[in-house]
């Protein structure tokens, strides 16, 4: 079955401990991003990467890291969370990047709390 | 960024009535796309509609698009309980490599 994948779904931590949520697609795809989704604010995009070893900021990127070293792995890092980093995060990817007119495809979502 | 904008926030309506959401964007795109949120999950792909369509039909969805307007409109017609969710519009925007997203319609079904 096509799909992205999220790990973990839900994580309560605690300010300044490191964490890292990872992304899987088995699709293929070219095209992966990080979004985090807060009440009243939509969906902001954290960072994306175009292809292996491309990445690059989206509207909301301080306090998170990535990496993509295989195709189909995308995780996201926090290295030092903070409060304002409790929120909704998705994991997205697409066969090409914005312009290929492709839809996303979303994985579950992974709920963080940060105390 | 230049985030897409619904309306309305909120619409609640009686099983089997259409359901009429609004976008409204600010700068060019390449196409218009439309997702579905259930409560808590990820977003689904609903339909994408290029820049140069001006209606595209699903099932029971209907989405038209007026560039000259900067608006997009999505129609669910029929209405079901299941149909209960957010909708979200995100424009692909000419020469960005991402997409916006809006804050999204919350759509109660009412059986």
């Known amino acids: 079955e096509a799909q992205v994948t999220q790990n973990p779904r839900y994580l309560i931590t605690v300010t300044g401990k490191k964490l890292t949520v990872t992304c899987s697609q088995n699709m293929n795809h070219e095209y992966m991003s990080w979004y985090r989704q807060d009440p009243g604010l939509g969906l902001r995009q954290i960072y994306y990467s175009m292809n292996v070893e491309v990445t690059d900021k989206g509207d909301v990127p301080e306090g998170y890291k990535v990496s993509r070293k295989e195709k189909r792995n995308f995780p996201l890092i926090l290295e030092s969370p903070s409060p304002n980093q409790t929120s909704l995060y998705f994991c997205a990817s697409s066969l090409w990047p914005p312009g290929g007119n492709q839809p996303q495809h979303f994985g579950d979502g992974t709920r963080l709390s940060i105390l | 960024s230049q985030q897409g904008e619904e309306d309305p926030q909120a619409l609640s309506i009686q099983e089997g009535e259409n359901a009429t959401m609004n976008c409204s964007y600010k700068t060019s795109i390449n196409n218009l796309q439309w997702y579905r949120q259930n409560s808590g999950r990820g977003l689904v792909h609903l339909i994408l509609?290029?820049?140069?369509?001006r209606e595209k039909h699903s099932g029971r969805l209907r989405v038209t698009l007026d560039t000259s307007k900067k608006s997009s409109s999505l129609l669910i017609t029929a209405s079901r309980a299941a149909d209960t969710a957010s909708y979200f519009c995100?424009?692909?925007?000419?020469?960005?490599?991402?997409?916006?997203f809006g804050t999204g319609t919350r759509l109660t079904v009412i059986p």
């Open positions: 995100a424009t692909d925007e000419t020469g960005a490599n991402n997409l916006f």
């Open positions: 509609i290029r820049s140069n369509e």
